[in-house]
């Protein structure tokens, strides 16, 4: 694996620079799941079904596990330093923490999100096509 896909980059469309081993979070399976179950009416639900159906088949993804549960607490600590939000981010959060414990890039739409742990991963922005 040489990187690891944010939820945001899952959900777009054509993207640039994607590495060529990805894998994504279970995280991004429940944020993928949770907005099947938000979708606004039935033709969208569909689509975000279909979206999901494609995620699983294509990616085995990867676990939260003790390592990752360590590193989200560090991470969580290092927002909340920051007088930023750690429940909001919750999800955002242990997806950096699994990109960290992999030691991969984290790619994303929205790097800002993930700059305050520039320190302890790499994040690469990208852009939708």
């Known amino acids: 694996m040489r990187g690891l896909l944010d939820t945001s980059v899952v959900i ?3 993207v640039t620079e994607l590495p060529d081993e ?9 944020e993928l ?3 099947v179950h938000m979708a606004r009416d039935s033709k ?4 975000r079904v279909r979206r999901l159906t494609e995620v699983e088949s294509r990616f085995d993804a990867l676990p939260v596990d ?3 549960a360590r590193a989200y607490g560090a991470l969580a600590h290092t ?3 920051r007088r930023r939000s750690t429940r909001a981010r919750a ?5 950096a923490a699994t990109a960290q414990v992999h030691d991969v890039a984290l790619y994303t739409l929205n790097a800002r999100d993930f700059e305050p742990f520039g320190d302890v991963i790499e994040v690469r922005g990208i852009e939708s096509l």
Request: without cysteine; neutral net charge.
């Open 66 to 68: 003790e390592a990752i």
């Open 44 to 47: 969208a639900r569909k689509l």
């Open 91 to 95: 999800m955002d959060v242990l997806i």
């Open 22 to 30: 990805a894998a994504i979070s279970v995280i991004t399976l429940a």
């Open 12 to 14: 777009a469309g054509p």
């Open 33 to 35: 799941h949770f907005g």
């Open 79 to 81: 927002l909340s330093s």
